[in-house]
C-alpha cells in the first residue's frame, strides 16, 4: 500500500508510519507544498535499489572499458592538456 502524507504530518505520526512500513511493507510518500520529496519505504526495497543501481552501474563500466579497447584511450594528462584544464 501507498500512503501520501505531508511532511508536517509526517512528523506528528512517525512512530506509526513507521510501524506501518515494517510490518505491513508499506511505502509512505511524503509531500512539501503538494510536491512529492521523499519516501520511507523497507529496508528491503532499499537493499533492492541499491543492488539494481550497482548493477547499472557495472554495466556502464563494462561498456566503458568495451569501448576503451575497441576505440583506445588517452591519458589524463593528455586529456587535461587538450582541454585545457
Same mark, same amino acid.
Given at each position: 500500500?501507498?500512503?501520501? $502524507?505531508?511532511?508536517? @504530518? ?6 506509526? *508510519?513507521? /510501524? !506501518? ?18 519516501? $520511507?519505504?523497507?529496508? @528491503? ?6 543492488? *539494481?543501481? /550497482? !548493477? ?30
Amino acid at each position: 500500500m501507498i500512503t501520501i $502524507i505531508t511532511t508536517a @504530518e509526517a512528523q506528528d505520526q512517525f512512530p506509526e *508510519l513507521i /510501524n !506501518q512500513v515494517v510490518h505491513n511493507k508499506d511505502h509512505i510518500v511524503l509531500t512539501r507544498r503538494g510536491k512529492e520529496v521523499a519516501a $520511507i519505504v523497507p529496508i @528491503e526495497d532499499l537493499t533492492l535499489l541499491k543492488s *539494481l543501481q /550497482n !548493477q547499472q552501474d557495472l554495466e556502464a563500466a563494462l561498456e566503458s572499458l568495451k569501448n576503451a579497447r575497441e576505440k583506445g584511450s588517452i591519458s589524463l594528462d593528455t586529456l587535461k592538456e587538450e582541454t585545457g584544464k
